[in-house]
């Protein structure tokens, strides 16, 4: 039988913790692990914490069992009296509780790390069958990152830098910023370090230097 009522998931590390309701609360539960896991959550704080103390440190509880026509006055009660919104002490996102907004289909455009272009209007799917983090694709979308590009990926009208690089066998190769970690990757060089060669911050990585 279903479980209606109040849940309550705890990260074990920061004692932090998410209070939400639900009709069934055990589907509910299933949504989150599988979201989370997935690197697709849209509670970002919630998922930074999965992500840094992994799943293992993370325990969940049904704290009220209720009827569906109180859900969510019992629901604000618990939001009110714990104060879980309050980021030093729980990882909740909005102070009154409701049925969340439905999220925009407006379309879009953005180039890959090969710069073919794409389109979509529904950008919680294309985050999952490009394996992207959403909180990321959103703010690269709607111009709220402060990156230019994320993943190599970037709207059809950024212009990115180019720069050239030297081999260990003297070969110069170019690469664009959002190539980079692909250019890393083909030639087992660690990202970071080749970005510090491209900004200036160190002359070399295994051979290769700025042209």
């Known amino acids: 039988m279903n479980k209606c009522g109040i849940y309550k998931i705890t990260c074990n590390d920061n004692k932090k913790y998410y209070i939400g309701s639900s009709v069934d609360i055990q589907k509910r539960w299933c949504r989150h692990k599988r979201e989370l896991n ?4 849209t509670n970002k704080y919630l998922q930074n914490a999965w992500n840094k103390y992994g799943n293992n440190s993370f ?3 049904v704290i009220c069992e209720c009827c569906e026509d109180t859900l ?7 939001l009110d009296n714990t104060q879980c ?3 030093s ?4 996102v909005c102070t009154i509780v409701g049925p969340p907004p439905k999220p925009k289909t407006s379309k879009f455009i953005l180039k890959d790390p090969d710069g073919i272009i794409h389109e979509g209007d529904n950008i919680s799917k294309f985050a999952r069958v490009h394996n992207l983090n959403i909180i990321s694709l959103i703010g690269l979308v709607t111009g709220s ?3 230019l590009s994320y993943k190599g990926w970037c709207l059809p009208d950024t212009i990115l830098r180019t720069y050239k690089i030297n081999s260990p066998e003297g070969v110069v190769h170019e690469i664009r910023w959002n190539g980079c ?3 890393a990757k083909l030639h087992n060089l660690h990202g970071g370090e080749l ?3 491209l900004n200036g911050k160190t002359k070399s990585v295994k051979g290769w230097t700025m042209a």
């Not at 997935?38 to 959550?41: E, K, P, T, V």
């Open 59 to 61: 325990t969940f509880e």
């Open 38 to 41: 997935r690197n697709i959550h």
């Open 181 to 183: 970690s692909n250019f």
């Open 145 to 147: 990152s402060k990156s």
């Open 195 to 197: 970005s510090k060669v």
């Open 89 to 92: 002490i729980g990882f909740n």
């Open 72 to 78: 969510l006055i019992i629901e604000q009660q618990y």
């Open 85 to 87: 919104y309050d980021k």
